[in-house]
C-alpha cells in the first residue's frame, strides 16, 4: 500500500444547535479545532452539502468538511468533494464518535469496516473502505438499547473535557502526518504523552 497523502479531513455529526454538543457531533468538534487553530473558516458549499474549511499546515493545504446532509447520509456529501477534488479514498481523514473506545481515547486506523456506525455505513457505499479514520472514543453506556439516547446526548463535564483534550493530542498529530508519515502519526497519537496543544479547541 503507498503511504497516504492528507488532503481532506471530514468530521461526521449531524446539523443543527440542537446536536451542536452532543457526543455523535465530536467529528465536528475536531474538524472545528482544526479551523480555529489554523485560522480556517467554514463557507457553505451547496455543491458538496455541506461546509468547507481551508486550511494551511505548513506547505500542506488540507480541506475540512462538515457535512450537513444528517449523520447517515455523510456520503452524499464527501463523495462530491472527492471527485471535485481528485482525491482518492486512502488520502481522506474521516473524524467519528467511537463507541467501542474509553472517553477521549484517540486512535488512528487505516481502512477497515464500518461497525454498524451509521455515518461509516453511508462512506462505506460511497467511497468504498480504504479511508482512513480518527476514532473518538465516547465511551459506551452499558446496553444496546442506550446506545442511541447515549450518542445524541451531551456528555457530562468530565467527560467532554476528557474528548477535547483527546482532540487536541489527534490535533498534533496531524503535522507529524503531514511532515513525515501516516505511521509516525500513529505512533504519536497512540504512545506519546500528551503533547502541548497546538490551540484548545473552541467550547460549543
Known amino acids: 500500500m503507498s503511504e497516504q497523502r492528507l488532503r481532506a479531513i471530514v468530521g ?3 446539523p443543527g444547535a440542537e446536536y451542536e454538543r452532543t457526543r455523535h457531533n465530536t467529528g465536528f468538534w475536531f474538524v472545528d479545532a482544526l479551523a480555529s487553530a489554523y485560522r480556517g473558516s467554514f ?12 486550511i494551511r499546515i505548513g506547505n500542506d493545504e ?3 468538511l462538515k457535512p450537513m446532509t444528517f449523520m447517515n447520509k455523510s456520503g452524499e456529501a464527501i463523495q ?6 481528485k482525491i482518492a479514498p486512502g488520502d481522506i481523514l474521516v473524524a467519528h464518535d467511537e463507541l467501542d473506545l474509553p472517553v477521549g481515547t484517540m486512535k488512528l486506523k487505516r481502512a477497515g469496516g464500518h461497525g454498524g456506525h451509521n455515518g461509516l455505513r453511508s462512506v462505506h457505499q460511497h467511497l468504498g473502505e ?5 476514532r473518538i472514543g465516547i465511551g459506551h453506556p452499558g446496553t444496546k438499547d442506550q446506545v442511541l ?3 445524541l446526548g451531551r456528555p457530562n463535564s468530565a467527560d467532554d473535557k476528557l474528548i477535547r483534550d483527546g482532540l487536541i493530542d489527534a490535533m498534533n498529530a496531524v503535522p507529524v502526518w503531514l511532515d513525515q508519515t501516516l505511521e509516525k502519526a500513529m505512533q504519536k497519537l497512540h504512545s506519546a504523552p500528551p503533547a502541548a496543544p497546538v490551540s484548545k479547541p473552541p467550547s460549543n
Open 12 to 14: 461526521l455529526g449531524n
Open 43 to 54: 463557507r457553505s458549499e451547496p455543491k458538496f452539502k455541506g461546509e468547507v474549511a481551508r
Open 62 to 64: 488540507v480541506l475540512l
Open 80 to 85: 462530491p468533494l472527492a471527485a471535485f477534488y
Open 130 to 134: 480504504e479511508y482512513l479514520r480518527l
Open 149 to 151: 439516547g447515549y450518542v
